[in-house]
């Protein structure tokens, strides 16, 4: 089956008229209506029922239609993307960004002089989940991403960029926002609220596990995918969040967060992009977020 005769099936369909796809494609129209034919003996099913007066699609040429114009723009963007690799063009770039890491002090600096650099490249921003963005990524849905959490992927570069204290947001109601800071066993027997795991399994699964060498069991009573979400709930009294410094920031009304004593995890950002991908332009925007002049092909994966 050819591209161009489902550029003719399209036309076709969507005119209902073969005179009028065979002007619209600059052809005769007998060769129209033999391609047509061509192509549903090789399909095997009829795409058109027509008489002399109409043209209609059959069940088959509908089913047809949607699949014929998706394959068409992907067989289109293919060589899109050939064009700008050849000319070191990229007039979009589209990077994922997890909730809240437009925060942090790197990409608050990084993001904008970007920008002012490039100010003819649209940057298409995507708020996601980190384990979304991977998925995006993979599919060359994304260009890069900046996330908190980033397993190891070999297709994958992911380098890490900042690295985030913890605070924990406490209802201004609980005894222990009248601390400055407080120890982990401190928070036995205290309700949580958790990320849900399906987001940041590992992540997860790490901070059950420090709570257990702590002594005690976490006990969770709601689970977010927001970090938003969250401290709305930290400030209704559900519960108590493990969170990030700058969101901390925020003074929340009925949220305190506090200092966590001997709690070795840290948040880290990290810069994502596909191992293959050639473009100069994702070079540029990758040496604008790092440090130093480190080049962009050499890379370590970073541990996890």
Known sequence: MELRHLRCFVAVAEDLNFRKAAQRLHVAQPALSRTIKHLEEEAGVTLLARDQRSVELTSAGRSLLGDARRLLQEAQTAVTR???????????????????????????????????????????????????????????????????????????????????????????????????????????????????????????????????????????????GRMDTGMRRVAAGAGVMITMAHVAQRKIPGVACVKLRDWPLSYQSHLVWRRDDPSPLLAAFVKSLLPGNLGTRTLPLAPN
């Open 82 to 224: 050939a064009r700008q690799c050849a000319h070191d063009v990229r007039a979009t770039l589209r990077v994922g960004l997890s909730e809240s890491v437009e925060e942090t002090h790197l990409l608050r600096r990084a993001l904008p002089q970007f920008r002012h650099r490039f100010p003819e490249v649209k940057l298409e921003l995507h708020d996601l989940f980190s384990i979304l963005q991977i998925e995006s990524l993979r599919k060359h849905e994304l260009d890069a991403g900046i996330m908190f959490h980033a397993a190891p992927d070999r297709s994958l570069i992911i380098v890490p960029l900042e690295e985030l204290e913890v605070r924990l947001a406490v209802p201004a109601s609980n005894p222990l926002a009248k601390k400055t800071s407080v120890h982990l066993s401190e928070l036995a027997g205290q309700p949580f609220i958790m990320f849900a795991r399906r987001w940041w399994p590992s992540l997860y699964d790490r901070h059950l596990e420090l709570c257990r060498q702590a002594g005690f069991e976490m006990q969770i009573s709601e689970e977010t």
